[in-house]
Structures are given as C-alpha cells and as structure tokens.
C-alpha cells in the first residue's frame, strides 16, 4: 500500500530517537533507543552516531554510558533533525522533473508545494519540547 506522505526510514528513527532521549532522565544507549523505538538496533547505532558527530548529542562511553542531548531541547526543531539526515527540501516549483512537460500549469494544482510548505512550517515550529 503506498503513501503520500513518506519520510526516510533514517530521518524517522533520528526524529523518534532524539524525542526519546530529550525525555529521558537518564543516559540512553542504542539498544535502549532501539528498544523504546522499535527501529533496528544497527540502524539506530548509526543514526545516533551521526547526530553525535554533529553535536545534537552527546555519548558517554562504558558500563553506565549512553546518550543525551548535545544542545537544550528548545533549540533544536524537528527540521534541524530532518535536515541533517535528508537535507534541505527540494523547492523547486515541479516535483515530477518533466523537463518536456506538455502542461501550462501544474495539473496538481500547486498541492506538492502546499504540502511542502506546511511540512517545513511545521517542523520547523515543533521543537523537541514540545512532542
């Protein structure tokens, strides 16, 4: 069965992983993550280790190791953790690529850039605060 809305199977577990971490009390390592998750436990681990080469978190190595957030909770949006693993959105007004298109206007009617819109605008808002 297929979706409209598709988000890379990465860019999910850093989202979910971060907002598990952000909540926790205690230091987290990726089978706890993976457990709480329910992703892969080798996907985790390297999700988790991209996001700590680029300070989102921070690992403690060790028995009693793990994670925890690199920067306060209100300060990273849901699009920081996005973009870091899928990059930035693709803006361009044609979503098909059709460099021979035969229409005048997007026969979808400028719907692929309304949902584009309201995606960015919401993850940008949503911080990890708030989820």
């Keep these: 069965m297929s979706r409209i809305f598709n988000i890379s199977e990465a860019a999910a577990i850093a989202i979910h992983s971060m907002a598990v971490i952000a909540r926790s ?3 987290l390592n990726s089978q706890q993550v993976s457990g709480i998750t329910g992703f892969s436990r080798n996907h985790t681990a390297k999700v988790l280790q ?4 680029n300070n989102y978190l921070q690992s403690t190595r060790g028995p ?15 699009m920081d953790i996005y973009r870091l693993i899928e990059g ?3 803006e361009s007004e044609c ?5 021979n298109c035969p229409f005048h206007s997007c026969i979808f009617g400028g719907l692929d850039r309304k949902f584009n819109d ?6 940008n808002d949503k911080k990890l605060t708030s989820v």
């Design 95 to 99: 979503r098909m690529d059709c460099s």
């Design 64 to 78: 009693g190791g793990g994670f925890r957030l690199g920067k306060r909770a209100d300060d990273i949006s849901l």
């Design 88 to 90: 930035d959105l693709d």
């Design 25 to 27: 009390k205690r230091l």
């Design 50 to 53: 991209q996001l700590a080469k």
């Design 118 to 123: 309201e995606f960015k605008k919401y993850m």
